[in-house]
């Protein structure tokens, strides 16, 4: 029996932040983090793997490097067995540790929709986050000509766009009526189609699949409309399910959706055990509704919660809520959103008035490189509180992104946000004269004028 | 004699937002705009003349069309008379009018040391925001070998860079120790100095000016240390006065500095009479010193605070003192500043605790265009309050400094800061796991459990 005082179980982002942050926090406290696989990828990289990187080489998320350069003892192995009431874990490979806080960062794993049919066959690819699986995935993909990605979230749009550099033909199907519709509104996600088609890639949207052809492997994908795609390889990215089955088998609290139970300090109802990342319950920090935000970002915030909370609780989670804060690119066009959209706000009947800016991120517009940057906000018609936002522009859409992130978590209004200050460059932003985010706070301000009658 | 509800003097940023901002809300209104040119420069862009752009003409701002677009007269001239009492206004050209409401927004003159012999020569120039000055100046400056740009601070140093992509000898002199040290603590303006010395700009610092010499124009410029350099032009950029004298002469008040005193809804004490932008009064948000920011941000901010307050006072600048924000590039480095830094807090006896993070700004960083980043994060000691911000990095480091600036307008902590959620993706943004805002925070909170002995 090997003792250790916190015990972590998983090395991807939540995990890693977990135990680098309790060690900073409780450096002579000793950290044990058990993870499956000696090389972890970066969760996000994984796409660029399929076109702009080279190989999974290139995508390595240094975890042993920080563990060893921070004193956390790295394992590679798979836990079998969290017996909660002794507070010991046992692995695949025999051994048994006792620990005093157990983290557990057992992540997601992607859903691969056993009702379809041919959802099993060869060339039919889903996307864990594990290097053997996603090698044998690159080398298997080089002779395939029509790759069909179904599932047009962030992840199902970089793929495509990653596929098409290689030079495969690609087609993006999503049931929806738009793509990413989940992150923006249609007076968004309408350009970011545009431009995806203008990449190469064909998009069908308002069709779902009704089942996967082939008989050695997969040869065409046939549409609910009744449309078939000839396909030599399948990309299924249709969501992630919490992998969650080993607490849920130790008695740790686990909701209906498979999510483990936590608090705003990332501690579930068990003593001394802790859940973060992609596994762990989350709340919309918006619409206060269970929601399945699966983010690198918000597992590397709860790790850190977690990791700070260990032994006793001094940082309360100040945003009370996931924020899904996320960005993406294509090509040089970044686009990013934070908080609910304007459609999502409908769906929970929240009384909401958007503003959509549509400008240039550089002054004057001559500059190299100036591009069309589009904001749109929302926020409570009431209030006035900003609960959502969402950008295209050039490569610093990712950072503006994050300036709605922190106007959200800190309840920032329209009026606020008016007599904020910015600042701004020909070279990297939009004029101050013209910054999307004021803009589009302004005629949020002049919708509630009208609505009062002022 | 013309009436107008609102007479708006002065037709750069602060004036034209103050123009578009209370036309906006007070659409009943009549606005008129009197500036003294026909085509006004965008402020920020203008060093961008000497290189990247072509000439003046791709450096316009369109306040004309504006202006027209939204309802408001503008109008060239030149106001020669404020008449307080009587809220009437004379023009250059003759022209009168009556008003009900004023907002000055005569901007700023750039500082011409009269004291310094040979300050006057020909080829000795200034940078004035003024369309036919700087038509000139391009042109002159094209028969000009060697340039000493004079003041290291982001203009001299914009210039600087700018000069040599035009192919001129370049000699940056600054008096004080380090270049950009009004905005960036030594750790920070040392590699951008090793940036631009890259670039062929030679640069000497801690060596003030003793004399420019020259005959029918200047021919070389003596510092202290009794080095002569010699120079066929010559660029003072030692910064710049409030232009206040039509109000001193009004009877406004101006402070001892020159600007002109305003409150928090940028009303002068004289019933019915704004300010803002460069010519207006400021108060640091952090130290509450008056202060010389100078900003076209800041200045946008201050017109829309006023546009917004002419009628009836209803929104409160949130900002209550200015936050210096502003950020620059030299090739695709960008960097930026927020609050004030760790030097200026000593010289406040402002306790404070730093952390400086590098990283890079991509993930992994074997992606394209990976860039290096640093952030410096500046906190009050005992409350953790972040107070100031620096950063490097590619060129999305204006819209972060623009994160850190909310953070220090929301007044959130260093705690705060840990559990904040942030978006980022592999293309647009450092790792989540390797945010720099996090980490920067992370060393403090170190050091905070150090003081405490925790």
Partial sequence: MKFTDVLIIGGSAAGMVAALTGKSVWPEKSFTLIKKRKEMMVPCGIPYIFGTLNSTE???????????????????????????????VETAQGDVYQYDKLVIATGSNPVRPRWMKGADLPNVFVIPKDKIYLDEMVSKLRDCKRVVVIGAGFIGVEFSDEFVKKGHEVTLVEKLPNILSLAFDEELSTPIQDLLLSRGVKVITGNGISEIKGTMKVSSVLLESGEELPADAVILTMGYQPNSELAKTAGIMVDDNGFIVVDEYMRTPTPDVFAA?????????????????????????????????????????????????????????????????????????????????????????????????????????????????????????????????????????????????????????????????IKAAEIIAAKIRKNQGV
């Fill in 277 to 437: 990342g992609d596994c762990a319950q989350k709340r919309d920090f918006i619409t206060r509704r269970r929601v399945q935000t699966m983010l690198a970002s918000t597992a590397c915030a709860e790790g850190r919660i977690a990791g700070m909370n260990l032994f006793n609780v001094h940082v309360v989670k100040t945003f009370s809520g996931t924020i899904a804060i996320y960005s993406t690119a294509i090509g040089n066009i970044g686009f990013g959103t934070a908080g609910i959209t304007e459609a999502r706000a409908g769906e929970e009947n929240i009384a909401v008035l958007s503003g959509l800016f549509e400008g240039i991120d550089r002054h004057p517009g001559k500059l190299p490189d100036a591009s069309r940057q589009m904001v749109k906000l929302i926020a409570a018609k009431y209030s006035g509180v900003i609960i959502g936002g969402e950008v295209i522009g050039g490569l610093s859409a990712g950072e503006l992104t994050n300036v709605i992130g922190l106007a959200i978590q800190n309840r920032m209004t329209v009026n606020s946000l008016l007599a904020s200050q910015i600042g701004t460059h020909p070279c990297l932003t939009a004029s101050p004269a013209a910054y999307p985010l």
């Fill in 58 to 88: 290139e995508n390595i998320m240094p975890v042993d490097q920080m563990m060893e350069k921070n004193g956390v003892t790295s394992v590679v192995d798979t836990v079998s067995k969290i017996d909660k009431e002794n507070k010991i």
